[in-house]
């Protein structure tokens, strides 16, 4: 069983950046795959940005060029580095992990933190 815990979440201007972490405990998290879905009031949660466990990403495309995803094994924790934010942007980000699937499809991924709110003011 794993377990996620969100954290790096706050209030930001536009145009402004913020740093996401979410620690993993409990599983062979080197051999996961890490996702960051979220999702907004008053909509469906969606896809973000994912990496396998050899380091590959793939990424919404409203978020390719400002989010970059990684990964520390070492510490068993995955970021989401989110530049240039957008009001669009503002929602309850969650960290997702995977032991074998790789992609942006929330059904793929086995255990899920509790979320992190990010809002973006215009």
């Known amino acids: 069983q794993v377990q996620l815990v969100e954290s790096g979440g706050g209030l930001v201007q ?9 620690a993993a405990s409990g599983g062979t998290f080197s ?11 008053g909509k469906e949660r969606e ?3 994912a990496i396998s466990w050899s380091g590959s ?7 390719k060029g400002r989010f970059t995803i990684s990964r520390d094994n070492a510490k068993n924790t995955v970021y989401l580095q989110m530049n240039n934010l957008k009001p669009e942007d503002t929602a309850v980000y969650y960290c997702a992990a995977s032991p074998g699937y790789f992609g942006l499809s929330q059904g793929g991924y086995h255990y899920w ?8 003011s215009s």
């Open 14 to 22: 536009a145009g402004g950046s913020l740093r996401l972490s979410c």
């Open 47 to 49: 896809f973000v940005a």
């Open 113 to 120: 933190g509790q979320g992190t709110q990010v809002t973006v």
């Open 31 to 41: 051999r996961h795959t890490m996702a960051w879905f979220r999702q907004a009031p």
């Open 57 to 63: 990403s793939t990424y919404y495309d409203s978020v």
